[in-house]
């Protein structure tokens, strides 16, 4: 099978967890299925040197200079795809018209049924994807939760099937590593962990004024891992750490080794997002070893399941009281399931989305 893979962000550009996903996908993809032609459509910006040689074999470049990504694969990928005689094509976020069999992987619509999480500029630019959904044969979405609120989008959008994500190989095969920065010394304290991007909807206000409240920060750090995205909340230094006596750490960006030390060493992970399409964070976590509490939201009473903590993401004194509870020595840990875990793996993603196209 030829196949044209958007692959937009795979040196430059986008979210982290885009970066991720686009690898994972044509790395897999090439592995499983040795025999498959793949053409990885890839931004790559002026004066960017791309090793080619470390590509599987069956993979092949197909640079695009065009921005942004909407653009570029609308108006260009297929023209790319039809040039190259691929039997099918996979695109992030936003389907092509063309002629051959398609797919496109939509990662959430958060910004339909939640638009003020968001900015002007990113409502205008994501609006495009349901009214370009219905070109493909099928939408694959990352959760249930997820492909029921794509159909509610738009009733012209046809083939919504769940296919799910996968725990990074990279993550999970690296060696823990502390980090640096100067989080951790000799004398260190235990530590509650939060990783994500630096946003509203990611409710870190709530998380931090309600860790502040706890009776455990005064023996137990807060480390917070992730970078400024899109809409931020008000104040996310809403307890100053030289007033209070409590330890709010914002490390910013951390490399996959040192993520995998915090989530097999910290005291608790804990997640109150108030939206995700799938969140990935506590999908890891408890993959790596660690108690979870997270959000009551469906997507993650899917994604979890019975092996996380629950609790309401807009209430600060539950969160607090959870907090305690769970950090007291006499509680009982949740130990992960062997078989929810089981299914975040990106051979099963891949899988799942070529058995489609051998449907159409």
């Given at each position: 099978?030829?196949?044209?893979?958007?692959?937009?962000?795979?040196?430059?550009?986008?979210?982290?967890?885009?970066?991720?996903?686009?690898?994972?996908?044509?790395?897999?993809?090439?592995?499983?299925?040795?025999?498959?032609?793949?053409?990885?459509?890839?931004?790559?910006p002026r004066g960017c040197q791309v090793d080619v040689s470390d590509f599987?074999?069956?993979?092949?470049?197909?640079?695009?200079?065009?921005?942004?990504?909407?653009?570029?694969?609308?108006?260009?990928?297929?023209?790319?795809?039809?040039?190259?005689?691929?039997?099918?094509?996979?695109?992030?976020?936003?389907?092509?018209?063309?002629?051959?069999r398609s797919l496109v992987f939509i990662h959430d619509m958060l910004f339909v049924s939640s638009p003020e999480w968001f900015t002007r500029k990113e409502r205008a630019y994501f609006a495009l994807m349901p009214l370009l959904a219905h070109r493909a044969d099928y939408v694959v979405a990352t959760t249930r939760t997820e492909a029921e609120r794509i159909r509610a989008s738009s009733p012209k959008i046809r083939g919504v099937v769940p296919v799910g994500l996968g725990v990074g190989e990279d993550l999970l095969e690296s060696s823990p590593t502390p980090p640096e920065m100067n989080l951790l010394d000799d004398s260190r304290r235990p530590f509650v962990l939060s990783v994500g991007r630096l946003n509203v909807r990611k409710n870190l206000e709530s998380l931090v004024k309600a860790f502040a409240s706890t009776s455990s920060s005064a023996e137990f750090d807060l480390v917070i891992v992730g970078e400024p995205d899109g809409v931020s909340a008000d104040s996310l230094n809403a307890i100053d750490p030289r007033t209070s006596r409590c330890q709010i750490?914002?490390?910013?960006?951390?490399?996959?080794?040192?993520?995998?030390?915090?989530?097999?060493?910290?005291?608790?992970?804990?997640?109150?997002?108030?939206?995700?399409?799938?969140?990935?964070?506590?999908?890891?976590a408890l993959k790596l070893g660690a108690r979870c509490l997270v959000s009551d939201i469906s997507v993650f009473r899917e994604t979890c399941g019975n092996s996380a903590f629950y609790v309401d993401p807009t209430s600060v004194s539950e969160i607090s009281d959870a907090i305690d509870k769970l950090l007291d020595g006499n509680s009982i840990p949740l130990a992960a399931s062997e078989f929810e875990l089981s299914r975040y793996r990106w051979r099963d993603v891949v899988a799942g989305i070529r058995g489609l196209i051998s449907q159409t």
């Open positions: 099978m030829r196949i044209m893979l958007d692959t937009y962000w795979l040196f430059r550009g986008g979210t982290e967890s885009l970066r991720r996903t686009v690898r994972q996908l044509l790395s897999n993809w090439a592995e499983l299925y040795p025999e498959d032609v793949i053409y990885a459509w890839t931004w790559v599987p074999h069956n993979v092949t470049l197909v640079p695009t200079r065009v921005r942004p990504h909407a653009l570029s694969s609308t108006l260009f990928l297929a023209r790319a795809a039809n040039k190259r005689r691929v039997d099918a094509i996979v695109t992030q976020n936003f389907a092509v018209r063309c002629d051959r750490r914002f490390v910013g960006y951390v490399s996959d080794a040192e993520l995998r030390w915090l989530y097999e060493n910290c005291s608790l992970f804990v997640y109150v997002s108030l939206g995700e399409g799938f969140g990935m964070p506590p999908v890891e």
